[in-house]
């Protein structure tokens, strides 16, 4: 007779099986019996949190930085309703999150027993796909399948929801089995022809341009190598989305920086004028697209994605290759090599002149911005830090707002996974426990969270766990006052009514990281920066860096609202020009 | 200046919405109608009818047939978000005019009025598959089975002669001939 195991010890050995290290999670009633066998499973260690949110953005901090699933454990009622937003955000981000939540005894279910609540209802526009245990006998094999379909094709979250009586009942335990088909969910069945018919549009291009996402980032540190490896072979120029950067170098010739709202002058301008356009792993998300009637109107256009439903949903493509990116560039790779050897004919002097242009639109030098010396410009201040950092592998995370921008603008990615940063969902309050995640993932990297002082108080009580688990993650907190990104909006489209964007009362974050038992460290003009940076990166243990920017500081350039890629708003000189009218207003 | 023009796409050129009928094999677990049905409201699409039961008692597979209008490009979409769905086997779509796929709908009318009434209720539903369910002096239920428009235009007439209640089914669909979906 083998032996039986409770739900709770199915769910451990599940969890070991595949190999998980570390759950982030809160207690609480209907979860106890999973949390009472912790106990008996050194090799996974948990993470207690101060909020179920956190969880969920710690888990999908350590997910993007380490390609592993995250996994995230919480109870019933408030505890999934408090998830929600972070397995929102991980399902707009396609992050890889395997949610297991606590319900109350099946018998209970439907009755409003107390901290019940429609837990698979509630998060079933947010995942993949969840589950809802009712037959203790099923339980091992929906673990193994959450896994499965959390990482496989485009990831996501799912969410496993666990009555309490299953988590005691008895049962045999199902091993992992070896892929079983699903319902052929994942999709790589591109062709040889297609890639051919790409090579053609490459070889007749004279104005390209590569369009990289965060597809890149998902498909794997190889993926990324392969990109490299493309982007050399052909010589085009190529930009990158706010999810896809480090996934080539951004220091690097050929990058021609972030496109979209905030991105450079020549990243939009190639888009616009391209003849060209070669979609790796990215989604025509529309800030980056702009407006849809004007988007690269001249351009062929190629769309290389794992998510079939990704492809025509916004821009309609001529090429549409579905698969995985890594494994497409790379035989796209080998297919080009192939036909060099034929003959060495390249068609780097085609796009000689494409370069040119580019170099003058490079020439506006988009990122530019007036220093200071009476006060610190947050643009500086993200210049100060990625120089002071960049020699160090750095991991950086953000929240959501100007500074966001900021730091995509100038903080330049030479690896992937390095940048976790809500982009989809937009999620205020995400940089900081996701900066707790990816220092769990990597202890012995400096693990830095790029702030606002608005964002970051939505999920301040995470400095807690941060200070329990002697995590060295430094906030660094572009303290403008404002939230700023609104009142830039406010300020450009609602004749300056800074309606309820300026935070009155903030804390003393020196004192706030006193009371958390880290270190605090204000910076308040340019020539003391350099300085206080250092000692952040110095100090052995967490920090609150309360860097204050000048509040009046806007984010450009800045494709405005009702505008074409190719008719951006560079700095304040330029503003005058382009005053956001009439029902574009309503728009943004 | 250019007019509503956004940061947010804007909806300028749209196409031409046609009707199309989904048909979409499922497992047949607690839930699936709710994911099915939640992919439709929650991005927006639009539902007509909807017809769902068992199909498979073995493998159990459910089938559900729903009928909707949109783009080319909305069409397109449905299809490939419905196949993303873990429990979503396989999808198939037609046009409603398309002539090799049998469209039918049911419905059950109760019939209350006088004997001539009555009469003239009967011989409008004849040609459409008429059964008579249910008999008394005063009242009538009866079943036809008919394509949709068709069911509308008679309800409509038989409202005046004694239609006092109406039941109906979404539409079911299945091919012509030999061949089956894929």
């Given at each position: 007779m083998p032996k039986l195991y409770t739900g709770a010890e199915i769910v451990f050995k599940c969890l070991e099986d595949q190999k998980v290290k570390h759950i982030f999670g809160y207690p609480g009633g209907a979860v106890l019996p999973i949390y009472d066998e912790?106990?008996?499973?050194?090799?996974i260690k948990h993470i207690l949190v101060r909020h179920e949110q956190g969880a969920g953005h710690a888990a999908e901090g350590y997910a993007r930085s380490s390609g592993k699933p995250g996994v995230v454990l919480v109870t019933s009622g408030p505890g999934a309703t408090n998830v929600v937003t972070a397995l929102t955000d991980a399902y707009m981000d396609s992050v890889p999150l395997v949610c297991i939540s606590g319900q109350v005894p099946t018998h209970l279910i439907g009755t409003d027993a107390f901290q019940e609540c429609d837990t698979t209802g509630i998060t079933r526009p947010c995942t993949k796909h969840n589950w809802l245990v009712?037959?203790?006998?099923e339980l091992s094999e929906i673990m193994h399948e959450a896994f499965k379909v959390a990482t496989t094709g485009r990831p996501g979250p799912v969410l496993v929801d666990i009555p309490k009586d299953i988590q005691f009942a008895k049962t045999k335990y199902k091993k992992l089995k070896k892929e079983k088909q699903i319902n052929g969910k994942s999709n790589n069945n591109f062709s040889q022809k297609q890639i051919d018919q790409l090579i053609d549009l490459l070889n007749k291009a004279k104005k390209p341009v590569i369009y990289s996402g965060g597809g890149v980032i998902n498909s794997g540190p190889k993926a990324s190598d392969a990109l490299r490896e493309f982007v050399e072979l052909t010589g085009f120029p190529i930009t990158s989305t706010l999810q896809g950067l480090g996934a080539y170098p951004g220091d690097d010739n050929q990058f021609l920086g972030m496109l979209g709202m905030h991105g450079t002058y020549e990243a939009n301008n190639a888009m616009h004028d391209c003849d060209l356009l070669i979609n790796i792993g990215a989604r025509f998300d529309d800030r980056i697209t702009g407006k849809i009637d004007e988007f690269s109107p001249n351009s062929k256009k190629v769309h290389i994605d794992?998510?079939?439903?990704?492809?025509?949903?916004i821009i309609k493509v001529d090429l549409a290759i579905v698969g995985d990116v890594s494994k497409v560039i790379s035989k796209l790779n080998k297919t080009i090599l192939k036909r060099k050897n034929g003959?060495?004919?390249?068609?780097k002097s085609n796009i000689a002149k494409w370069w040119e242009q580019i170099q003058k639109w490079r020439g506006k030098n988009s990122l530019n911005f007036v220093n200071s010396n009476d006060s610190i410009k947050p643009q500086h201040a993200v210049q100060r830090l990625y120089e002071l950092t960049k020699d160090k592998d750095t991991y950086v995370t953000t929240e959501v707002g100007q500074h966001q921008m900021w730091a995509a603008q100038h903080y330049k990615f030479n690896k992937p996974n390095r940048w976790m940063t809500s982009g989809g969902l937009g999620t205020m309050g995400y940089g900081l426990p996701a900066a707790v995640g990816v220092q769990i993932a990597h202890p012995e990297k400096l693990v830095v969270d790029i702030a606002g002082e608005a964002s970051v108080l939505m999920t301040m009580q995470e400095m807690s766990t941060a200070v329990q688990y002697n995590l060295p993650i430094k906030i660094f907190i572009l303290n403008n006052q404002y939230m700023g990104m609104v009142r830039q909006w406010q300020e450009l489209l609602h004749e300056k009514n800074y309606s309820e964007s300026y935070s009155e009362a903030l804390p003393d974050f020196l004192k706030m990281a006193e009371a958390y038992g880290c270190k605090g460290i204000k910076a308040e003009n340019p020539t003391e920066l350099d300085e206080k940076i250092q000692e952040m990166i110095d100090y052995n243990g967490p920090v609150i860096f309360d860097c204050h920017v000048d509040p009046n500081e806007n984010c450009f350039p800045m494709i405005p609202s009702g505008k074409p890629h190719n008719q951006m708003i560079l700095g304040p000189k330029d503003q005058e020009d382009n005053k956001i009218k009439g029902k574009g207003k309503a728009l943004v | 200046m250019p007019k509503s023009k956004s940061a947010y796409s804007v909806p300028t050129k749209k196409e031409k919405s046609d009707t199309y009928i989904f048909v979409v094999w499922v497992d047949n677990e607690a839930g699936v109608l709710a994911r099915v049905v939640g992919l439709f409201s929650g991005r927006g699409y639009n539902i007509e009818s909807l017809a769902v039961a068992e199909v498979d008692a073995i493998k159990n597979i459910s089938r559900i047939t729903i009928v909707t209008t949109g783009t080319p490009q909305v069409i397109d979409q449905i299809k490939l978000q419905l196949s993303k769905l873990v429990p979503v086997h396989k999808v198939a779509e037609f046009k409603r005019e398309d002539k090799n796929v049998i469209f039918k709908e049911m419905a059950l009318f109760k019939i209350v009025g006088k004997k001539k009434k009555m009469e003239m209720c009967l011989n409008v539903c004849k040609k459409f598959d008429l059964v008579i369910l249910d008999e008394t002096k005063t009242s009538k239920v009866i079943q036809i089975t008919a394509l949709r428009r068709d069911i509308d235009k008679i309800s409509k007439k038989l409202k005046p002669w004694g239609l006092i209640s109406a039941s109906r089914t979404g539409a079911v669909a299945m091919t012509r001939g030999a061949k089956i979906f894929n």
């Open positions: 912790l106990k008996n499973h050194s090799s009712k037959d203790i006998n794992i998510d079939p439903s990704s492809i025509n949903k003959h060495s004919k390249s068609n | -």
